[in-house]
Structure formats: C-alpha cells, structure tokens
C-alpha cells in the first residue's frame, strides 16, 4: 500500500548513505585511484535501490506504530532486498564497470549496522517518554484534617503488635518505635508492604501516624508512595519508613568477595542498579525489568525525597544494616514526578539586585540532595571555611571533583551569559544568603558574583569570617573600582591555589 513516508526518517537515510560512501571511498583501501569519480553513479544508484526498499518495506511509516521487533525486521527486509538487486546488477547489467563487489559488501554492512543501532535508540527513546500516569492527589483538605481520639491497645493485642514487628524486625527496632511514635495507639497505622494499594486504601486523615516495615530498596514508586502516605496524613502526621543504605551494601560487598573481585563485583551492581535507573533512555527499561527491587539507594537520596515529598525529618538512627527515619508532615507538594539526574546540575543562586539566576556544575551530590540544604545545617551546622559539617550529599566522585575545581568548569558558559565575571563573591543559594548580615546582603546585590571568590585569597574559617573578607572587597570594589580590585585579587587567589592548595571542598 502507498503511505506518505515520514520526511525526517528519509532525510536520516539520505545522510547516512552519504556518510558511509564518504568514509569507505575516503579511507579503505581500494585499487582504483579516482574511487569518488568510479562510484558517484554507483552511490547514486545504490542510494536510490536502498530508499525505494525501504519504501516498500514500510521503513518510513511513523516508527511510534511499530514495535520493535517489526521495525528491525522491515529494515532487514529492505536491506536484503537492497542487496540482492545491487549484486545482480553488478554480475550482469555493469559488468563493464568492473565494481568492486567489496565495496558493495562493506556500504552495505555499514548501513545495516547504523540503521540497526538508531532504531534500536529511537525505540528506546520513544519507550522511555512512555511515562506512568501522573498521581491524582488530594489538594482539598480543609477541616478534614482532624482526627477521632485515639485509644490504646492493652493486653494480647499489644503483644500481638510487639510480636509482629520484632519477628520482622529486631528487639532494638521495637524499642526505637516505641519511643518516637505511638506503637500501640489506634491512630497509627502498621505495615509491611511495596505495593501502593495497601498505602492508597486508607481512608484519608484515618490514622495519625504511618509505618512502612517494608525496606525502600524493595519499593519501586517511592515517590509516589510518599505522596499518596502524605495525602493520607493529617496535618503534622508521622510517618516511618527504613532503607538499608549503599554505603553498607558497599561495606557487605567489599567483605564478601576477595580484594579486586569485590570493586568489580560493586561496581558492576551500582552502574546496574544506581546509574541505569537514573538515566532517560534506561530508567524505564530498569524498572519494568526488576520491578524497582532490591534498589541500591544512598540516605541522602532517600531523605531527599521525603523532603521533596512533603515531609520534615525529626530522627534518623541505623539499627543493623538499615537506617529506620521518622518524618513528620509538613506541607503539600505541588508535584512529585519523577526526577532524573545526569552528570551536571542547575542550581539557583542569587546575583545582582537580587535576582535568581541559574548556575550550571558537574554533578557531585546524591540524587534530591539539593533539598536537604536546611536539615544539614539545623543538624550539622558549617564547619572550617564555611561549608556543611559532615555532609552526607557529597558523593565520592564529587568529592574528588570539588578539591581539583574540576565541578565549577560548567560554571564559564555562566562567565559567557554575563551571569558571573572572573572575580567575585561567590553565588550562593537563598537559604545560605539568609545567613549572612542585612548590610552584606544589599551590598551583594549591588555587584555581580564571580568565579573565583575573595575567599581564596583571605581563606576566612568562620561564617563571620567569610562575610568579613567579602565585605572587605565588595568595600574596595567600590572605593578603588572594580577592575582594579579584581586583578589584586586575581592574582592573590591564584598564589593561594597554587602553593597553599586551596580547595573547593
């Protein structure tokens, strides 16, 4: 039957076609010396076989109403097809011509191979965008949000609850939860389950409090199960849940396996089950092939998304080989898709006149790190030069990247949008900017932050330190000019960096 062929998918062969004659005719070795005067007419001809097959084999139908399996086989057909005509007409009608039946061979192979491999991704591609429906949630709760008075189990049904959660748990889980929340109260609820219906069954603001024994390696929408225990709880409502991890996962691998053995075992399981799940092209595909179990998770990434979500973390403590946290309800997000992460990151800083503005980085914090800003500080506070003190939402890569300045190269396509100039304050996010003095933050949005901050060229320890040192030349920019003050610093910070090795940590 004729169809009108997909315009970009004819175009894609054409390209290809020529890129293949071009590189064969350019660089194998062939015994003519005049090989693009030889086979112009050939590659025309070629070309003109291979579209019409391609055609016929109904390679140019939009490729969204084709499987996969019938996509590759219409373009073996065609390639096929392509070839038998193009052998005889070479045997018979231009024998003449004396063509290299080597060259047909190897065109022809490459054109199968990279026809092969761009299906393959624009299947995966449009696979990928194949999202789940988006969650319907709750957003009109009003005075729903009040509960009947709770009572509390006594006697066999007390033991009941007790006996359930220590056989799935231990003694010193148990003694945990019944000192952060209220065990035996009717008002809480007590699971064990990845399946979101036993989540989504309850009725909405009927418990107080929502325990989730179930680990979240097993669970594979976290998010949503998040969302929907948020949807259910009232206003500052609790909820419990555990996670074993990637750093004891690391720690039982590296003991299992002999030296060597085990990086490899270890790594091979966090490009599997850490990286793949991340990406576009991959995360579906990982999920409907593992269901979401047995995930390897880091806690930052987990107690990011239970901010991300709604949720307030009040504790966190690790019993055994997992870490059990109690959250309590805090607000109602406004969305709670899925995100992904790639090896950069955009984050909003404050500029000049106190604008937001995008600021572009490698990657080096766990995935939903960037929500935890305000836990670590309540929790850790800033440490030696003013960053977070034990911040679990550095990775170790990211960690690597921060002391060679490698994770700020992104940030000169900055330099180009005239964001940011060479020299000058460093661009911070509004929950640190709300640290710093009244004074320093008008004077700060009077000036463009930079790459490289007067912070390398004092090396201030405390946070008082570091708002005086960036006072002191936000001061000079104005009473000596800024070009000048800029090449002084300029050159005090790269002594700095060069022989007493400071660092972006």
């Not at 555990?242 to 396996?257: G, H, T, Y």
């Not at 179990?293 to 080989?321: P, Q, T, W």
Request: hydrophobic share 45%; charged share 20%.
């Amino acid at each position: 039957m004729f169809y009108k062929p997909r315009l970009s998918y004819w175009l894609t062969d054409v390209l290809l076609l020529g890129i293949s004659f071009f590189v064969v005719l350019k660089w194998f070795p062939l015994t003519t010396q005049i090989p693009f005067q030889k086979y112009w007419a050939f590659a025309l001809e070629f070309s003109f076989v291979w579209l019409l097959s391609s055609y016929l084999s109904h390679r140019y139908v939009k490729i969204k109403y084709m499987r996969i399996g019938v996509s590759i086989a219409r373009l073996l057909a065609a390639s096929a097809f392509t070839f038998i005509i193009m052998w005889v007409y070479m045997r018979w009608l231009a024998a003449g011509m004396s063509y290299s039946i080597w060259v047909l061979l190897t065109i022809w192979l490459a054109m199968v191979a990279v026809c092969l491999i761009f299906q393959i991704l624009f299947h995966a591609y449009h696979y990928a965008l194949n999202v789940e429906p988006e969650l319907q949630r709750n957003t009109n709760r009003g005075q729903q949000s009040v509960l009947k008075p709770p009572f509390f189990y006594e006697g066999a049904q007390r033991d009941n609850i007790a006996a359930t959660i220590r056989e799935s748990t231990s003694d010193r889980v148990l003694t945990y939860l019944e000192k952060h929340i209220a065990l035996y109260s009717s008002n809480t609820y007590i699971v064990r389950s990845s399946e979101l219906f036993n989540i989504q069954k309850i009725k909405h603001y009927r418990f107080d409090t929502v325990l989730n024994l179930m680990p979240l390696n097993q669970i594979r929408g976290i998010n949503k199960m998040f969302a929907v225990v948020n949807d259910k709880l009232p206003d500052d409502g609790l909820f419990v849940c555990c996670v074993m991890p990637q750093e004891v996962v690391k720690r039982n691998i590296m003991k299992k396996f002999p030296p060597l053995v085990n990086f490899v075992v270890y790594s091979s399981l966090f490009l599997y089950k850490r990286v793949l799940p991340k990406l576009f092209m991959t995360s579906r595909l990982y999920y409907d092939i593992t269901e979401g179990k047995n995930r390897m998770l880091s806690l930052a990434e987990v107690l990011g998304r239970l901010c991300y979500c709604g949720f307030e973390i009040l504790d966190e403590h690790k019993m055994g080989d997992y870490i059990y946290i109690v959250a309590r309800r805090s607000f109602t997000p406004q969305t709670v898709q899925r995100r992904l992460y790639g090896m950069f990151v955009s984050l909003d800083r404050v500029g000049k006149g106190g604008k937001t503005f995008t600021v572009y980085k490698f990657r080096t914090m766990h995935p939903y790190a960037e929500y935890l800003q305000e836990y670590i500080y309540n929790r850790n506070s800033l440490q030696e030069g003013g960053k977070f003190k034990h911040d679990i939402r550095i990775t170790t890569l990211g960690r690597f990247l921060r002391s060679c300045w490698l994770d700020e190269l992104p940030m000169i396509l900055n330099m180009l949008k005239g964001d940011i100039k060479l020299v000058g304050v460093r661009p911070i996010s509004r929950q640190y900017y709300s640290l710093y003095s009244k004074e320093l933050q008008q004077k700060r949005t009077l000036h463009r932050p930079g790459l490289l901050p007067p912070f390398y060229a004092d090396m201030p320890k405390t946070l008082d330190e570091i708002q005086a040192s960036e006072m002191k030349y936000l001061t000079a920019c104005e009473q000596r000019g800024t070009l000048p003050t800029d090449f002084i610093y300029f050159w005090k910070i790269l002594f700095n960096i060069t022989f007493r090795h400071a660092r972006s940590k």
